[in-house]
């Protein structure tokens, strides 16, 4: 497979078909029909279909996403389906495949999971922790999945943060101090990064893909989009979840908040441990420029790319004044 290939559909536009052909194409490969709606996607096109009590998302993958890519991802869902994990469920088609291939790109059928996304509630204490439990229960359900494309390089993936250098340009001014430092900081960390537990992880865990119970935001209804999974060292995927649970007014309470609550649940080594808080800053500033350089390249749809990116800034910020000696002691005590 060809390693560029996520560079390639990260610069690639989503793929465009009407609400007409995409009723056409679930009611022949899947047998559902009902009303459409349009969820947003920054590389995909995602549909919502309802019906008869039922809702679905017809997922239509990238053009440019390889056909191994978009298996490995069908495939891991399949291998969760026997968890209690809150995560959509794979709708076979009317012969039993999981996938189709049309000219458009892979398309596939899902369960729609209800909840409120998690992004339109008020950010919490008790919340992150939930976030944090669930991170690691993920991870847990994952252990032990293998496929011949989980291997593939990914710009989200945080051990490649080092292929970021050339894109700095294109984050902000005010930010460029930040960023060059949390890079470097990256850099001194990346070769111990062999040396830990690696698996295959969802590696996206941010607000825009969870939803949280609407009478109760602090409980956590469903996992979204496994897109971005990618094998790499476990303790990724926590540093992720928890880059977009970090509270700029007290940024060590709440790297122990999040830390505490997956300790308790998957225990991170003291190795980990060490590296855990130059690793959330890392996934800050993959966030920050990655989206900065996709919304001057695609401005049609930066507030969608864009979304993550004040709280990016603002973690990165608030990381950086703590003092590291202060926050290796706290994470040594887990």
Same mark, same amino acid.
């Given at each position: 497979m060809n390693k560029t290939a996520l560079g390639e559909v990260l610069s690639s536009a989503p793929p465009t078909l009407s609400d007409d052909a995409a009723l056409q194409l679930a009611q022949v490969h899947f047998g559902v029909t009902g009303a459409l709606k349009r969820l947003t996607s920054e590389r995909d096109l995602n549909m919502r279909i309802s019906a008869a009590g039922q809702s679905y998302v017809l997922k239509l993958a990238n053009p440019a996403e390889p056909p191994e890519v978009t298996d490995f991802q069908t495939k891991a869902l399949l291998h969760l389906q026997g968890s209690d994990l809150p995560v959509p469920r794979v709708i076979a088609t009317r012969t039993g495949a999981t996938e189709v291939a049309t000219p458009h790109g892979t398309l596939?059928? @899902? &369960? /729609?999971?209800? #909840?409120? *996304?998690?992004?339109? &509630?008020p950010a919490t204490p008790a919340q992150a922790r939930a976030m944090a439990r669930m991170a690691a229960r993920l &991870?847990? #359900? @994952?252990?032990?999945?293998?496929? =011949?494309?989980?291997d593939y390089v990914l710009q989200w993936d945080i051990k490649q943060a080092s292929a970021l250098r *050339?894109?700095?340009? +294109? %984050?902000?001014?005010?930010m460029q101090a930040l960023a060059q430092a949390a890079l470097a900081r990256f850099d001194a960390l990346a070769p111990q990064l062999p040396s830990l537990r690696w698996q295959v992880v969802h590696n996206?865990?941010? =607000?825009?893909?969870?939803?949280? @119970?609407?009478?109760? =935001?602090d409980e956590i209804a469903g996992v979204l989009d496994f897109g971005d999974m990618v094998h &790499?060292? @476990? %303790?990724?995927?926590?540093?992720? +979840?928890?880059? /977009?649970?970090?509270?700029a007014a007290h940024p060590l309470d709440s790297v122990l908040n999040f830390a505490r609550a997956y300790h308790a649940v998957l225990p991170l080594t003291p190795a980990e441990a060490r590296l855990f808080p130059d690793l959330v800053a890392a996934r800050m500033l993959t966030t920050l420029t990655i989206a900065s350089a996709r919304a001057r390249a695609y401005p049609g749809n930066a507030a969608y790319i864009l979304r993550n990116v004040a709280t990016a800034r603002a973690g990165l910020a608030a990381l950086a004044a703590v003092p590291r000696g202060d926050m290796l002691n706290a994470l040594e005590a887990l």
């Amino acid at each position: 497979m060809n390693k560029t290939a996520l560079g390639e559909v990260l610069s690639s536009a989503p793929p465009t078909l009407s609400d007409d052909a995409a009723l056409q194409l679930a009611q022949v490969h899947f047998g559902v029909t009902g009303a459409l709606k349009r969820l947003t996607s920054e590389r995909d096109l995602n549909m919502r279909i309802s019906a008869a009590g039922q809702s679905y998302v017809l997922k239509l993958a990238n053009p440019a996403e390889p056909p191994e890519v978009t298996d490995f991802q069908t495939k891991a869902l399949l291998h969760l389906q026997g968890s209690d994990l809150p995560v959509p469920r794979v709708i076979a088609t009317r012969t039993g495949a999981t996938e189709v291939a049309t000219p458009h790109g892979t398309l596939r059928l @899902l &369960t /729609y999971l209800e #909840g409120t *996304p998690q992004h339109l &509630t008020p950010a919490t204490p008790a919340q992150a922790r939930a976030m944090a439990r669930m991170a690691a229960r993920l &991870t847990q #359900g @994952l252990a032990g999945f293998a496929h =011949p494309a989980a291997d593939y390089v990914l710009q989200w993936d945080i051990k490649q943060a080092s292929a970021l250098r *050339p894109m700095l340009p +294109a %984050v902000p001014d005010d930010m460029q101090a930040l960023a060059q430092a949390a890079l470097a900081r990256f850099d001194a960390l990346a070769p111990q990064l062999p040396s830990l537990r690696w698996q295959v992880v969802h590696n996206d865990l941010n =607000p825009h893909n969870v939803l949280v @119970l609407p009478d109760n =935001p602090d409980e956590i209804a469903g996992v979204l989009d496994f897109g971005d999974m990618v094998h &790499t060292p @476990l %303790v990724c995927d926590a540093a992720i +979840a928890a880059s /977009y649970c970090i509270d700029a007014a007290h940024p060590l309470d709440s790297v122990l908040n999040f830390a505490r609550a997956y300790h308790a649940v998957l225990p991170l080594t003291p190795a980990e441990a060490r590296l855990f808080p130059d690793l959330v800053a890392a996934r800050m500033l993959t966030t920050l420029t990655i989206a900065s350089a996709r919304a001057r390249a695609y401005p049609g749809n930066a507030a969608y790319i864009l979304r993550n990116v004040a709280t990016a800034r603002a973690g990165l910020a608030a990381l950086a004044a703590v003092p590291r000696g202060d926050m290796l002691n706290a994470l040594e005590a887990l």
